[in-house]
């Protein structure tokens, strides 16, 4: 079956950084764009990357531009997140979704095909 795991969260000092990966199963990766999204408490889940199948085009909205990098390794069917400079507004629980091979535009939630469970990102001093 198709499983998306998320690993990597946990406390982190504002502006300060973390690492977060996604290891997928059960569907053919190199086919699939990945994206990262976040949903805070009583907050819409938000998509803050997404990276083609072919890994030759990718999507930051502008909030995370510059701080936020999405990369993947086809071989280990894997995507990581590097997020730098984390903020007071960053905080969330953050979730690994697949879909369409090519990013659209804004990448919107009901987009995707498959999700994982989340991993939860909290910064604070």
């Known amino acids: 079956q198709v499983q998306l795991v998320e690993s990597g969260g946990g406390l982190v000092q504002p502006g300060g950084s973390l690492r977060l990966s996604c290891a997928a199963s059960?569907?053919?990766?190199?086919?699939?764009?990945m994206g990262w999204f976040r949903q805070a408490p009583g907050k819409e889940r938000e998509g803050v990357s997404c990276?083609?199948?072919?890994?030759?085009?990718?999507y930051y909205p502008d909030d995370v531009k510059g701080r936020f990098t999405i990369s993947r390794d086809n071989a280990k069917s894997t995507v990581y997140l590097q997020m730098s400079s984390l903020k007071p507004e960053d905080p969330a629980v953050y979730y690994c979704?697949?879909?369409?091979?090519?990013?659209?535009?804004?990448?919107?939630?009901?987009?995707?095909?498959?999700w994982g469970q989340g991993t939860q990102v909290t910064v604070s001093s």
């Open positions: 979704a697949a879909g369409p091979p090519a990013c659209p535009l804004v990448p919107t939630a009901a987009w995707y095909d498959y």
């Open positions: 059960g569907f053919t990766f190199e086919y699939y764009a």
């Open positions: 990276i083609s199948h072919s890994n030759d085009s990718t």
